[in-house]
């Protein structure tokens, strides 16, 4: 083999390499499970902290979970405890390094056009806590909430299993936190019950009436055995494992997607990538991802599902990565994903961060790579627009949903990054800051979180 | 950014941590940097020889990380990449995978321009060995 032949080789390599897609980051559109940056200098004592809580929770309820707890999976129910004037937060020792001066958002989900919740870090007495905002009026005025008492999750192997990095609200009472622990609310959040579905939860959805919690693997983190679709009632129930539906599901890379009665899951782990559905949420089948499969040209990688109906679904491909940039496409179907068609192809500019499908023509991609864009297409037809463009070395949007045609939110530059930011001396506006939408992600707008 | 990394150190975890790093790094300065993606780079690289180095696992640096590929000729040849001696990888990857100059790898480097282009030409007479 020659010179020229060993580079061509050895380029044509490090492409492929390359073009596999980096578990992206933090949550998506029916969002995924954040990958966030270590929080390395508060861990020992928060893990300690809760380490003392389940400690204490085990002593009080015994090996065998709350008493009527359903389906062999443990509920532990907890009131969250109320320090002086943060309700429900766990406190994080104060030093100055880790003060932050407002209430920084991980994590957005609204229930309506005006009612939604953000997860997040505040300051508290003892330093830096997370912490839970509602709002009842689109983010014009904000009420304290307790969240869940718990730390911030990220994908740090000595991240707690039963942190919190991601929300979701079914409806103003019924909501979850995830990732990688799983905490659930039946009152708004007054009191939290911790649920145990054998491995880290690294999705979630709701809709018509049933929550699904994807779980990574079982017996993490040595994942003897795959992760499964679990579903419960989300006015509260046990939780079922929905048959059909398992696999070695990855941090970033799978999503559940529910809409109506239909769900959809997608992981795009190679070299066998997954999109399967179900009409009604229970029985599943396989679909054909229109991704291109094994060609290392073309964006042949499944790296997103969203869905605006049963059967308005779109799907992400994303390949031929080069530095801060790479070829990304997306897909339409109308008939609940038995076929596809395609859009224009993306802007190339970033990798692929989440995908949100407000409307059945409307798709919104988010990237990032030295920036960070949200870009935006309203008909199959027309040219992708880059409704909003962040010059911040790629930090990254996530949650972006919808819950109709016009009203959105996202979360830009997620808490848990922002804290490693101050951690480091530095303050950093304009981070873990939730932006919202009322024309369907054509012009966002930032909201303060005040209380 | 992360890409970079990972080609370098063959790992996703340590790759991830490395750019976080850097973009620490970057916040850190008092003045913003008039080629921001530059700076980064340069510091990503810097970076992934000093983590690997101070892990002590430069000897042992082959890619370990299981990434699936579908193409026994791309299997192979990152797998020989990978037991080159991360002086050699990490030039290797910036001429072949960022097409970057030997002035510009030397300018990231912080060597001499005759330092790259001899571990340019060592680290790919080692890999056509590793193919052959």
Not at chain 1, 175 to 200: F, K
Not at chain 1, 353 to 361: E, Y
Not at chain 2, 60 to 70: F, G, M, N, P, S
Not at chain 2, 89 to 105: A, H, K, N, P, Q
């Amino acid at each position: 083999m020659n010179n020229d032949a060993t580079e061509d080789r050895l380029r044509r390599t490090l492409r492929a390499i390359a073009d596999q897609p980096v578990p992206a980051g933090p949550p998506t559109f029916e969002p995924r499970h954040a990958r966030a940056p270590r929080v390395s200098p508060l861990r020992v004592a928060v893990v300690v902290a809760v380490a003392t809580a389940v400690v204490a929770l085990a002593l009080a309820y015994g090996p065998h979970g709350a008493p009527g707890s359903p389906s062999g999976r443990r509920v532990v129910p907890v009131t969250s405890p109320q320090p002086a004037t943060v309700p429900g937060a766990v406190a994080v020792p104060a030093t100055s390094a880790t003060a932050i001066s407002g209430f920084l958002a991980q994590s957005v989900s609204f229930v309506s056009d005006s009612a939604g919740f953000v997860l997040g870090l505040a300051p508290c007495p003892a330093g830096t806590c997370v912490a839970l905002r509602r709002t009842t009026d689109r983010g014009a005025t904000w009420s304290i909430v307790p969240p869940p008492p718990t730390t911030l999750g990220t994908t740090d192997s000595t991240t707690s299993p039963a942190a919190v990095s991601q929300v979701r609200f079914a409806d103003e009472a019924d909501g979850w936190a995830y990732g990688p622990g799983l905490w659930a609310t039946h009152d708004g959040g007054t009191r939290w019950s911790s649920v145990d579905l054998g491995g880290p939860v690294v999705s979630m959805a709701s809709s018509a009436g049933q929550a699904y919690a994807l779980v990574q693997c079982l017996s993490y983190p040595t994942c003897t055995s795959p992760g499964h679709l679990y579903r419960s009632p989300v006015h509260g129930g046990s939780w079922t494992q929905v048959a059909g539906v398992s696999g070695a599901y990855g941090q970033g890379s799978a999503t559940v997607v529910a809409v109506g009665p239909a769900v959809f899951v997608a992981d795009g782990r190679q070299p066998q990538p997954t999109l399967i559905a179900s009409a009604d949420g229970v029985h599943f089948s396989s679909l054909t991802s229109p991704c291109g499969g094994s060609s290392s040209a073309g964006p042949s990688f499944l790296v997103g599902v969203a869905a605006s109906s049963p059967t308005e679904v779109a799907v992400a491909c994303t390949g031929s990565s080069g530095a801060g940039s790479s070829a990304k496409s997306v897909y339409l179907s109308h008939d609940g994903g038995r076929s596809f068609d395609a859009t224009a192809p993306a802007p190339l500019g970033g990798d692929e961060s989440g995908l949100s499908m407000p409307s059945a023509t409307t798709v919104l991609l988010g990237a990032n790579s030295g920036a960070t864009w949200i870009y935006r297409i309203a008909s199959p037809d027309t040219a992708w627009t880059t409704p909003l463009t962040f010059t911040d070395g790629g930090i990254r949007d996530s949650d972006m949903a919808f819950v109709d045609a016009d009203y959105g939110a996202m979360v830009h530059g997620a808490a848990s990054l922002v804290l490693s930011i101050i951690e480091a001396g530095n303050t950093m506006a304009g981070f873990g800051q939730l932006f919202l939408t009322a024309d369907g992600g054509l012009h966002w707008q930032p909201c303060p979180i005040r209380s | 950014m992360i890409r970079l990394a990972r080609l370098i150190t063959g790992s996703t975890v340590l790759a991830e941590e490395i750019v976080q790093e850097a973009f620490l790094a970057v916040f850190r300065l008092r003045q913003w940097p008039d080629n921001p993606e530059a700076y980064l780079r340069t510091t990503v690289t810097n970076l992934c020889r000093s983590h690997l180095r101070r892990l002590r696992v430069e000897r042992a640096a082959a890619v370990t990380e299981d990434l699936h590929v579908w193409n026994p000729d791309i299997d192979e040849t990152w797998q020989a990449l990978g037991r080159l001696p991360l002086r050699h990888r990490g030039v290797l990857v910036l001429r072949f995978y960022e097409d970057m100059s030997e002035s510009e790898i030397a300018a990231v480097l912080g060597c001499r321009l005759g330092t790259v282009k001899s571990r340019l030409h060592r680290g790919l007479e080692k890999l056509r060995g590793e193919l052959s």
